[in-house]
T-cell receptor, first 113, second 112 residues
Framework: QQQVKQSPQSLIVQKGGISIINCAYE??????FPWYQQFPGKGPALLIA?????SEKKEGRFTISFNKSAKQFSLHIMDSQPGDSATYFC????????????FGSGTQLTVLP | DTGVSQDPRHKITKRGQNVTFRCDPI?????LYWYRQTLGQGPEFLTY????????KSRLLSNRFSAERPKGSFSTLEIQRTEQGDSAMYLC??????????FGPGTRLTVT
């Protein structure tokens, strides 16, 4: 059962543009939502995370928007750069448990120079 | 470098052989996780340790898989009688009780 659905599967953006990746979840017990960036041959690296008590969190060029009623959250990358080209994964977990992460299927982002 | 480390980075083995991977977490992290990632997919949870206790195992973890974390420090993941379907990237992550998980570089297993 896929509990976190991610779209699009791939995304091509021009340098300086905005990249938007969306995720939807099913389990209302999820209360922690991180985004990870992964380069080929490397492990995922934590980018930014949000908890459902806020609707938006911004760190530098990266912003998470969270809609609890719709059970959706999204990652916005402002002023996208070629160095941002990577695979991005959304994830979710439940506090008070083992906190294992349930990942989306990933979005391969390509930023053209 | 004080991040999560994994060894080996790559392992090629023949079907039916046993393999063992090692993970060294960030030193102050008491939680340790193993995930498996196949090509084009997100990581999938395998098992979780809090200190030396293995507290959770996924249904993905067949009885050919065993994991240990003696003394609550490094962890090992062993796969017995490997199958071609075991070919994947095996990722280790660690965290404090706060829950932010930091991943190692992974061990890529190829079963021929």
């Amino acid at each position: 059962q896929q509990q976190v659905k991610q779209s699009p599967q791939s995304l091509i953006v021009q340098k300086g543009g905005i990249s938007i990746i969306n995720c939807a979840y099913e389990n209302t017990a999820f209360d922690y939502f991180p985004w990870y960036q992964q380069f080929p041959g490397k492990g995922p690296a934590l980018l930014i995370a949000i908890r459902p008590d806020v609707s938006e969190k911004k760190e530098g060029r990266f912003t998470i928007s969270f809609n609890k009623s719709a059970k959706q959250f999204s990652l916005h990358i402002m002023d996208s750069q070629p160095g941002d080209s990577a695979t991005y994964f959304c994830a979710a977990s439940i506090s008070g448990s083992a906190r294992q992460l349930t990942f989306g299927s990933g979005t391969q982002l390509t930023v053209l120079p | 470098d004080t991040g999560v480390s994994q060894d080996p980075r790559h392992k090629i083995t023949k079907r039916g052989q046993n393999v063992t991977f090692r993970c060294d977490p960030i030193s102050e992290h008491n939680r340790l996780y193993w995930y498996r990632q196949t090509l084009g997919q997100g990581p999938e949870f395998l098992t979780y340790f809090q200190n030396e206790a293995q507290l959770e195992k996924s249904r993905l973890l067949s009885n050919r898989f065993s994991a240990e974390r003696p003394k609550g420090s490094f962890s090992t993941l062993e796969i017995q009688r490997t199958e071609q379907g075991d070919s994947a990237m095996y990722l280790c992550a660690s965290s404090t009780a706060k829950g932010e998980q930091y991943f190692g570089p992974g061990t890529r297993l190829t079963v021929t």
